[in-house]
């Protein structure tokens, strides 16, 4: 079973896109984060996600949060990637799979694809959204929607 609404997010530091690392605590209190776990960078469905959260970057940052990324993939291929398509957000390699597990991001399809699932955190480190669905256009939508009720509270 994987975490739930309400549970707090895992920390967790990573490097990123540019090889630095990203502490999860230095954003904490201060933002909401939507954090999307991915497959695999330059394969259609994730350029499609990951174009669909650029896309719409503005109104996430508007609503006070932070898009991130996740992904088995190395820094240096999501600096490629982020490149390529212009990615303003941050990108993390989780090369060893260590924050997958530690938010129990399950694998598709009989454990042959990674999982592709979406969490949106509030600034207190508190789970208000799981989204998981290979479907890769609903997720962008599903967090905006989620952030858009948390802030009208």
């Known amino acids: 079973m994987g975490l739930k609404v309400g549970d707090p997010i895992p920390k967790f530091s990573l490097l990123d896109q540019n090889g630095r690392t ?5 954003v904490l209190g201060k933002k909401a984060l939507v954090i999307y776990f991915y497959p695999k960078d330059n394969t259609p469905g994730c350029i ?4 669909s959260f650029r896309d719409s970057y503005e109104q996430f940052t508007q ?6 990324g996740i992904s088995s ?8 990637f982020a490149s390529k398509y212009q990615l ?3 990108l993390l390699a989780d090369t060893g799979r260590k924050v997958k597990r530690l938010f129990k991001v399950e694998d598709n399809l009989f454990g042959l694809l990674p999982g592709r699932e ?3 955190v509030n600034k207190e480190g508190k789970i ?6 290979v ?10 929607k989620a952030l858009k009720a948390e802030n009208s509270k």
């Open 118 to 120: 979406t969490y949106v």
């Open 128 to 133: 208000i959204l799981v989204f998981n669905s």
């Open 88 to 90: 303003p957000f941050v």
């Open 22 to 26: 990203f502490h999860v605590d230095d």
């Open 135 to 144: 479907n890769a256009s609903q997720h962008m939508r599903k967090a905006l």
């Open 63 to 68: 609503l006070g949060a932070e898009v991130i």
């Open 73 to 80: 993939d190395s820094e240096k291929k999501h600096g490629k």
């Open 48 to 51: 499609a996600e990951a174009c």
